[in-house]
């Protein structure tokens, strides 16, 4: 099993990077709803 | 949503079993061994890169062409997309290099135009973070987007024009080049399942753009009326 540290660690990376990314448009989405759901409001009390 | 939810759990399992395919399907190489599995992440993660930034384009052109914000949003969303999957490339690239070659990095024309390309690209989202009108930016940033993508083709053909450190070619390499069958089943399968992957983010992070131009339109309005709410209680005393 030479060098198998390099092999792992390529493959945590691969996935690490694709799941934080996938989670950090997850929360920019999330954020983006609640504002418009703030602003509908805004729009409706005036 | 349901759709969505199911588009998910296939690809979700699709890139499960390349990785298992990866690791205990496809045979063990003569000189590399188990180091060499990383190509199969590394390879397919070029494609999924060089296949955003194509879309990246693609929304480009057609923002230029029609002046259509939706042009805009595919060019942002391939080029984010792009950049993570081009992020992915250059770090597996050196934990494959370093037992192989004995360097992390060596500046030959494969690293160095796909490096460009990776700074191209980063400059291209932060160019789009500077400028706050919506149409100059769009304008701005397809031109820029044009520019960058010419990179594309140079860091394919670079290991083919150029003698590199980098592995000549093994698909469309020419005569001598080519892979085992199993290896090559095998890279195909990783190369399809990312591509599933990246269609799955290129769609979301299209929402998401989407989404701020609601959110903008919305703000916009409110904006609107707090002025004329504003301007009509002014004149009311006189």
């Known amino acids: 099993m030479k060098n198998f540290g390099n092999l792992f660690a390529a493959w945590m990376l691969v996935w690490a990077i694709f799941f934080v990314y996938e989670v950090s448009i997850a929360r920019r989405i999330a954020r983006l709803r609640q504002d418009m759901e703030d602003l509908k409001r805004q729009l409706q009390n005036k | 949503m349901k759709l969505r939810i199911v588009a998910t759990f296939l690809v979700v399992a699709l890139v499960c079993f390349a990785g298992y395919a990866a690791l205990f399907i496809a045979p063990d190489e003569r000189t590399m061994h188990e180091v060499q599995r990383i190509f199969y992440f590394h390879v397919a993660s070029w494609s999924a890169c060089f296949t955003a930034f194509t879309v990246a384009f693609i929304g480009n052109v057609g923002y230029l062409a029609t002046r259509k914000i939706n042009w805009d949003w595919l060019g942002v969303a391939g080029a984010e997309v792009g950049v ?3 992020s992915i490339g250059l770090v597996t690239g050196p934990l494959w290099a370093k037992p192989v070659w004995g360097v992390w990095w060596t500046w030959d024309p494969r690293l ?12 291209y989202l932060l160019l789009r973070g500077l400028i706050e009108e919506p149409g100059r930016r769009a304008t701005l940033s397809a031109v820029f987007g044009i520019f960058a993508f010419l990179d594309v083709p140079l860091v394919y053909m670079s ?8 592995p000549a070619p ?27 992957l990246i269609v799955l983010v290129l769609a979301d992070r299209y929402r998401l753009e989407s989404l701020r131009h609601e959110a903008d339109e919305l703000r916009q309005e ?7 709410s504003e301007s009509l209680s002014t004149k009311a005393p006189s």
């Open chain 2, 222 to 228: 409110v904006e609107s009326r707090t002025l004329g």
């Open chain 2, 170 to 196: 093994v698909i469309f390499g020419g005569e001598g080049s080519g892979l085992d069958p199993t290896m090559g089943k095998v890279l195909g399968l990783c190369i399809v399942s990312l591509l599933c």
């Open chain 2, 84 to 86: 993570v999957a081009c």
């Open chain 2, 112 to 123: 160095t135009t796909t490096f460009i390309l990776w700074l191209l690209y980063v400059s």
């Open chain 2, 159 to 166: 290991n083919r024009l150029w003698r590199t450190q980098h």
